[in-house]
């Protein structure tokens, strides 16, 4: 009540403002015509003889355009209407101004042509902002639009609405979010997210209203919206993590099909949520329960041990998710997406995964530069701390000549951190060419990498330092220069053994000119004068010579050798102390000055600083630690790779900082959603039907008796609802449940009809049975007692409508079984309610069918039992002969072309602690399902004991339909087994993940289904393919064109290849060099069409025809890899 009233204020509130703006609306209007008058008057050439004769020329130029263009749209003639619009949005696509035919735009605003409609709305969103009072005028016009039956409208109108950012319509603006937010079309719903952002930020105080709309659009499955509602998400309440938990599976899951910029938000989000929801996976004393190999051959003693030192690391099942999910994204187009996965395996994952990144990363590296300066930023920082992940990348990080000097500059950053002392005599070789660079700024570089490389690997420290000296005779005194920079830092480690490179460098001091290499080199001469006393003043009375001429970085360092040289050799030294102490004393710069004044008062001991002269060489002579070369993205890593503040080494405006690992892993149920499974979901729509009941009919129905057992066959052979609502479900696919659910009494003999239709006298005899139950229900408890002496007559009739109407059974059972549950949920309430009537009539048949159900390996799963208890040996055999109800009746499954027998590791057995499993596809029907998927599994033990209790247990992604195998009590040491469990996919190659389990552990195991596997085979003729093929062309529509060996352009080289990757049926063609093969997905039923023609010169074009366009794809590219290959 109190969101209804709200909604009411909310609505006189925006009617409010309407009318405040249709007001001023009104007033600006009487004003704005004079001003339209007087700008017209205004409008002719004479107005621009103040500018040159091109200016004028070319404004002239520009208003008759506009004129044309106001003439064309004020014209009553919807043609003309719509080619200057087009006109104009190509203006406003060159960067033109078209500001100016802002009123002639906004009359059209309430055109009828949609087209013309769709381009006023483009050229108001551009404008809408700057001419706010104009946009006004057609505020209830806008309103209107978001009525509109097209999408395309009602999202326009929303978009320009948002984009008038005037604080009077906000009202307004909030009434049309709230309203778009519940559009049944996911494109409005994508826009009123956008939409939420902009009205943020014209009125902060809207925020809970906002977040309101942000917590409806989070629970959104479309992903269309997904990207957006998280975008807004992060813009208005990045805190409310609350928000996030029911919905983080979801989003986990919808994240491979969201556009790709959404992709790279909800990325950006739940890194940041993982972080404050699971514990630090990088712990250095927990052990990886996944790959812990030692927990199979210890004793009983030594685990209980470890058990009190310290707890394994066990993965949230949650954060396991959110890493498999993006784990695909690696391989995707956009590299911005790439990176986002890259930082959340840097952030998030164990130390020992996070290597599968590097491969993805340094594939962008073949991308524009201004990709590679960003990739190269970020792999610069990770390889500070793992050099291990890009060292065997090494070589895509060497300096190509067309390199602009800010990549190679990184590169050589990357290069320096993967230096060590296996590859360092390769990357200094490298570092030599680099030196003799045109680019001095590369060059500089490379020498102070040259120096890093020798501080941080002692092996090399010599060669790398009398490389070095020998660049001091070098031409360039840019590299001259920065060669005795990083010499005086690398002398600083070990100075007593160079004093010969001292001297060099003391000999070519005048030839250097540079002077922080001058200063550095006065700099050497005063730390170890002491090494060199003959030479140190002799470069002493060289600079007083010219000491005003110097820098002042230079003059410095020479006040401060004259100092130490004081102190060291006052006899040569002390007249020449004095000259440049005095000539400093002078010096225009304060700092000479006062170092001047300073050095003085330090070293000339006098009566008032006799104390402090005692400390002079302690003070100026002590020893200094050497200077350590580092990185310059050594601290990058305190900002979230692939920022914006990572870029620029500074907190930028909107950074969110990622927090700390939590000690203790916050409660994982709140993230827990109640999967409202579909028996129950429809269940309470049923009215009378109790919610005990159906349970408990579906419990009898698998556990009864062989009466039971066949009056369900004749329930379901005499009413046909169960199979009608299957049927006609893919016709009603617009339509809700809820009103499929009440129309179905009244459609059911509709239906009946339908599914009957083969077979009028079934059809009729069904229909009159239905009207007795329906007219006598109380009669059916009466007949019920005496069920099993029915009269033969009546057995009699029962058996001929139930052989009459098996295919009818057969046909429709499989359309009923690719829908969801709920059609045969429905169906089977339906049956419920007939059943005490059929029951007397099934006797006949009890004894003919009574083992129907007696499989070995078959368990009925617990949703699904109406289902399964219908299946038997009998009905897998005609599986070959179904046909389907949406295509040709000569279109029928086939058995499979070539079965592979290629298995899969399911679970290592030093992983599974002894339990080994593999699994391969059979491509035989699904036993329990007809969507499903059937896999065999082959269970070993290879322990020294038994292993008890082998079942599945948790699986995910939630809702995961999988039908599981009985458990296994004992399996024995050496032994084996093969099970079947059946897989509905619905139609993606997305993981199966579910855990493994034995009566002591819990093995995490996935199956990851190939494309061609999700199929089932199915042949026709050439021409229904060719009507098939037909239907599906344009976007349905995949082809690629290859070149094949010569020998393998025959059928036989052709079929092989093809039925291995997919399970397809082969058609019959009546060319030679074209040849067919057809099937449909085994969830939803819809026909895959793969035809390879094949061509002059070797080549082959295959086409795949389908409306699964993203299956069709990756079909196409297994086809094209797996014929090439042939």
């Known amino acids: 009540m109190n969101g209804h009233r709200g909604f009411s204020v909310l609505r006189s509130e925006a009617a409010g403002a309407v009318r405040t703006a249709l007001v001023s609306a009104e007033n600006l209007q009487l004003t704005l015509k004079t001003e339209l008058s007087q700008e017209e008057q205004h409008l002719t050439p004479h107005t621009h003889t103040n500018g040159g004769p091109d200016e004028t020329h070319t404004k002239g130029y520009c208003t008759e355009v506009n004129e044309d263009l106001k003439e064309m749209l004020e014209s009553n003639k919807e043609s003309l209407k719509l080619e200057a619009m087009k006109r104009v949005v190509g203006l406003i696509a060159k960067g033109k101004n078209a500001s100016e035919l802002f009123p002639a735009v906004v009359k059209n605003v309430a055109s009828k042509n949609i087209e013309l409609k769709k381009l006023v709305y483009v050229y108001l969103v551009r404008y809408a902002e700057e001419q706010q009072d104009l946009a006004l005028l057609s505020i209830s016009t806008f309103q209107r639009a978001l009525k509109d039956p097209n999408q395309l409208i009602r999202a326009s109108a929303l978009r320009v609405l948002s984009s008038i950012r005037v604080p009077i319509i906000v009202p307004i603006m909030m009434l049309a979010i709230k309203e778009a937010a519940s559009d049944m079309s996911p494109y409005v719903r994508k826009t009123s997210a956008h939409a939420i952002q902009k009205l943020y930020s014209l009125d902060q105080d809207q925020k809970e209203l906002l977040i309101e ?10 992903t269309l919206v997904a990207g957006s509602v998280v975008m807004a998400f992060e813009e208005v309440c990045p805190d409310r993590i609350d928000l996030i938990h029911k919905n983080y599976r979801k989003l986990c899951n919808l994240l491979v099909d969201v556009e790709e910029w959404g992709q790279v938000v909800i990325i950006s989000m739940l890194t940041r949520y993982a972080r404050t929801q699971f514990t630090s996976p990088w712990k250095e004393d927990g052990v990886f329960d996944e790959h812990n190999e030692r927990a199979f051959y210890e004793s009983d003693e030594e685990k209980t041990r470890d058990e009190t030192e310290a707890k394994p690391y066990m993965m949230d099942p949650d954060h396991r998710l959110l890493l498999r999910n993006t784990k695909p994204l690696l391989q995707s187009r956009n590299t911005a997406v790439v990176m986002s996965v890259a930082q959340l395996y840097w952030h998030l994952a164990p130390k020992n995964e996070v290597s599968i990144v590097t491969k993805s990363l340094v594939r962008l590296l073949r991308s524009h530069r201004e990709v590679q300066y960003i990739v190269l930023q970020n792999i610069a920082t990770m390889s500070i701390q793992r050099k291990g992940m890009f060292e065997p990348y090494m070589k895509s990080f060497y300096v190509r000549s067309t390199d602009a000097t800010h990549i190679k500059s990184l590169k050589l950053e990357i290069l320096t951190s993967l230096a060590n002392e296996a590859n360092i005599s390769t990357i200094l070789r490298e570092f030599q060419t680099y030196v003799k660079s045109q680019d001095k700024q590369f060059a500089a570089g490379t020498i102070q990498a040259i120096g890093r490389c020798a501080t941080n690997i002692s092996e090399v420290t010599d060669t790398c330092l009398n490389g ?11 590299v001259v220069a920065e060669s005795v920079v990083v010499i005086r830092k690398l002398l600083q480690i070990q100075p007593t053994q160079h004093s010969d490179i ?44 010219s000491f005003t001429s110097e820098e002042d970085i230079v003059k410095l360092q020479t006040v401060n050798l004259a100092a130490k040289l004081y102190l060291t050799n006052s006899k040569q030294t002390k007249l020449l102390t004095q000259y440049i102490l005095n000539l400093g004393k002078y010096d225009q710069n304060y700092d000479i000055r006062d170092r001047t004044r300073f050095i003085r008062q330090l070293i000339v001991p006098n009566d008032k600083n006799g104390a402090l002269s005692k400390y002079a060489h302690r003070i100026l002579l002590a020893p200094k630690p050497a200077s350590v070369l580092e990185s310059a993205y050594k601290d990058r890593d305190r900002y979230q790779l692939g920022t914006l503040s990572h870029t620029i080494n500074t907190k930028a405006s909107g950074y969110l900082e990622l927090s700390d690992w939590p000690a203790v892993a916050p409660d994982k149920s709140v993230r827990n959603v109640e999967v409202i499974e579909p028996g129950k979901e429809w269940a309470p729509s049923l009215g009378k039907t109790g919610k005990s009941k159906p349970a408990k009919s579906s419990d009898d129905k698998f556990y009864s008796d062989s009466g039971e057992e066949e009056e369900e066959e004749e329930g379901s052979g005499s009413s046909s609802s169960e199979d009608g609502s299957g049927s006609s479900s893919s016709e009603e696919s617009g339509s809700d449940a809820e009103s499929h659910v009440q129309k179905n009494s009244s459609q059911s003999s509709e239906e009946s009809d339908k599914s009957s239709s083969q077979s009028e006298k079934s059809s009729s005899e069904s229909d009159s049975e239905k009207e007795r139950k329906t007219k006598t229900p109380l009669q059916k408890k009466t007949v019920k007692p005496t069920a099993k002496d029915g009269d033969s007559d009546e057995n009699g009739n029962v058996a001929k409508e139930a052989n009459s109407s098996s295919a009818e059974e057969s046909s429709s059972d499989s359309e009923s079984d690719s829908d969801t549950h ?20 099934v006797e006949v048949k009890s004894t003919k069918e009574v083992s129907l159900l007696d499989l070995g390996d078959f368990t009925p799963a617990p949703v699904t039992q109406h289902k399964s208890s219908v299946l038997s040996p009998s009905l897998l055999g005609d599986l070959e002969g179904l046909s389907l109800s949406n295509v040709s009746s000569t279109i029928q499954l086939s058995g499979p072309a070539f079965v592979p027998e290629k298995s899969h590791d399911l679970l290592h057995r030093m992983t599974g602690k002894g339990l080994s499993a593999q699994y391969q596809f059979p491509r035989q029907p699904c036993l329990y399902q007809p969507t499903m998927v059937s896999v065999q599994i082959s269970l070993t033990n290879t322990t020294d004991h038994p292993l008890e209790q082998i079942h599945i247990g948790d699986r995910s992604p939630t809702g995961l339909n999988i039908h599981c195998f009985n458990t296994i009590e004992c399996l024995e040491p050496e032994a084996s087994v093969t099970v079947f469990i059946g897989i509905d996919f619905n139609d993606s190659t997305q993981a199966a993940n579910f855990q493994l389990c034995t009566k002591e552990d819990h093995f995490s195991v996935s199956i990851q289904p190939a494309i061609g596997e999700l199929l089932l085979p199915i042949t026709m003729t050439e021409l229904d393919f060719r009507k098939e093929q037909s239907k599906l062309l344009g976007m349905n529509e995949s ?43 085994a969830s939803s039923g819809a026909v895959v069409l793969v035809m390879v023609e094949l061509r002059e010169s070797s080549t082959a074009l295959i086409t795949i025809n389908t409306e699964k366009s993203v299956m069709g794809s990756m079909l196409l590219r297994d086809l094209k890899l797996a014929l090439a290959q042939a």
């Open 502 to 545: 001292i001297k060099h460098m003391a000999k070519l001091f005048d030839n250097i000119t540079v002077p922080m290499a001058r200063a550095s080199i006065l700099w050497l001469m005063g730390e170890y004068c002491e090494r060199v006393p003959k030479i140190a003043p002799d470069v002493l009375r060289k600079m007083a010579k």
């Open 1039 to 1081: 082809s690629a064109t290859i070149t094949m060996a010569a020998e393998n352009m025959t059928s036989q080289p052709i079929s092989r290849p093809v039925a291995t990757v997919a399970n397809l049926g082969v058609v019959p063609s009546s060319q030679d060099n074209v040849h067919r093969f057809a099937g449909k997905t």
């Open 213 to 222: 709309v942000i917590e409806k659009l989070l629970k959104d499955k479309s």
């Open 468 to 478: 070095l000296v020998l660049l001091l005779s070098n031409r360039d005194e840019t």
């Open 822 to 841: 709920t059609d045969s949920d429905s169906g089977t309430e339906h049956k419920k309610k007939t059943k005490s009537k059929a029951k007397p009539k």
